[in-house]
């Protein structure tokens, strides 16, 4: 599972990929519920899920209670941006609760801890361009 934190202060994400064990600390938690950092490698942080995908792309809402995946029809919001006012679709999303089927969990710092992001998450050296 791959875990995207961003960062409110300085608008910046970072991407950490998660072993089993820290996945099991997510898992059953829902969108807008608060998340001790230490459980997933951020110690003194606090952290709010919200959202993700699934194995198939499919994005999470909020308003769907569950792990399910169905096809609801929307008229706006995650998984569907309509083009003109008043128009509604039939679209596959995701439940609201991480589950094994999660792929991606995007989490919003609400608390920072003693370390600093740069130092937990080091920036990775650009490849070179073949010219």
Do not use: C, W
């Not at 679709?89 to 989490?107: C, E, F, H």
């Amino acid at each position: 599972m791959k875990a995207v934190i961003s960062d409110p202060k300085t608008g910046k994400s970072y991407q950490s990929e998660l072993d089993k064990g820290r996945e099991t600390a997510l898992a059953g938690k829902k969108i807008g519920e608060k998340v001790d950092g230490g459980s997933i490698g951020l110690a003194g942080y606090s952290l709010e899920v919200r959202g993700g995908s699934d194995t198939s792309g499919f994005p999470m809402r909020k308003d769907i209670s569950g792990t399910r995946k169905i096809a609801a029809i929307l008229s706006g919001g995650t998984g569907y941006r309509p083009h003109m006012k008043g128009v509604r679709k039939k679209k596959t999303v995701r439940g609201n609760t991480i589950s094994a089927d999660t792929v991606q969990v995007n989490l919003k710092i609400l608390e920072y801890g003693s370390a600093k992001l740069e130092e937990l998450f080091p920036p990775k050296e650009k490849k070179e361009e073949k010219k």
